[in-house]
C-alpha cells in the first residue's frame, strides 16, 4: 500500500511570497490533516478534513493560509504572504474512519519550507 | 499548560539495555494514545498504538497506559542503535475527535 505522498519535499522562498503544498493521502483514507512542526516540538494540527469538508480549522491562521480538498482526495495547503516565522516542516497525515483501528494517523515525508 | 506532557530528555541507553519512554496527559477523556518515532530529519512514524489500559507488546516495544494516573509509557527491549530517534507521544483528544495532541518528544540516543 502506497503511504502519503507529499510535494515538494523541500522549499526556499523570500517573505512576502506565495507558496503551495501538496498532499495526496493513502488510499482509502477519507480523512485529512496538515499538520506543522517546528524544530524541536510535536506537530501541531492545522485543519483536518473528512472527506470533502473542513472539520477543523480552527488551528489555521486564516488571514494568510488556506486549504482546499476538492473530490475529497487531494489537498492543497497555501500561504500568501508567507512570514518569516513560517518556517516549519509541513505534514500531511490521513486515517480511515470508522477502521476500528482508534484513529491511527499516517504521515507523509512532509516539506521543509524555509522563509527568508 | 501543555496537554501531553514528556521528559525531553536526552535519553541515553547502551545497547542491550531497555529504554523506557514516558508520558502524561491532562485530558482525562482522552481514550486513544500513539507513540510515533521520528528520526533526524524524516516525517514521525506509528510504532504503538494503545486503547486500555495495561500493556500491549509488538516485538521488542510494550506499550503501557494507566488512565487513572493519566500515564503513558513505552517500553523498548534489547535497543539497539537503529532505535536512535525522537519518540514522540500522542493522544486523541476529546474536544475534537482525531484530533492528535503531541508531546514535544523525546529524544533516545542507543549507544553501541
Known amino acids: 500500500e502506497a503511504g502519503v505522498v507529499q510535494s515538494p519535499r523541500y522549499k526556499i522562498i523570500e517573505k512576502k511570497q506565495p507558496v503551495a503544498f501538496w498532499c495526496n493521502p493513502i488510499s482509502g483514507h477519507n480523512t485529512l490533516y496538515w499538520y506543522r512542526q517546528n524544530l524541536g516540538q510535536g506537530p501541531e494540527l492545522l485543519i483536518r478534513?473528512?472527506?470533502?469538508?473542513?472539520?477543523?480549522d480552527s488551528q489555521l491562521p486564516k488571514d494568510r493560509f488556506s486549504a482546499e480538498r476538492l473530490k475529497g482526495v487531494d489537498s492543497t495547503l497555501k500561504i500568501q504572504p508567507a512570514e518569516l516565522g513560517d518556517s516549519a516542516v509541513y505534514l500531511c497525515?490521513?486515517?480511515?474512519?470508522?477502521?476500528?483501528?482508534?484513529?491511527?494517523?499516517?504521515f507523509g515525508p512532509g516539506t521543509r519550507l524555509t522563509v527568508t | 499548560q501543555k496537554e501531553v506532557e514528556q521528559n525531553s530528555g536526552p535519553l541515553s541507553v547502551p545497547e542491550g539495555a531497555i529504554a523506557s519512554l514516558n508520558c502524561t496527559y491532562s485530558d482525562r477523556v482522552s481514550q486513544s494514545f500513539f507513540w510515533y518515532r521520528q528520526y533526524s530529519g524524516k516525517s514521525p512514524e506509528l510504532i504503538m498504538s494503545?486503547?486500555?489500559?495495561g500493556d500491549k507488546e509488538d516485538g521488542r516495544f510494550t506499550a503501557q497506559l494507566n488512565k487513572a494516573s493519566q500515564y503513558v509509557s513505552l517500553l523498548i527491549r534489547d535497543s539497539q542503535p537503529s532505535d536512535s530517534a525522537t519518540y514522540l507521544c500522542a493522544a486523541i483528544s476529546s474536544g475534537s475527535a482525531r484530533q492528535l495532541t503531541f508531546g514535544s518528544g523525546t529524544q533516545l540516543t542507543v549507544l553501541p
Open positions: 497525515a490521513s486515517s480511515k474512519t470508522n477502521s476500528g483501528r482508534g484513529y491511527e494517523q499516517y
Open positions: 494503545i486503547y486500555s489500559n
Open positions: 478534513y473528512e472527506n470533502e469538508e473542513a472539520v477543523d
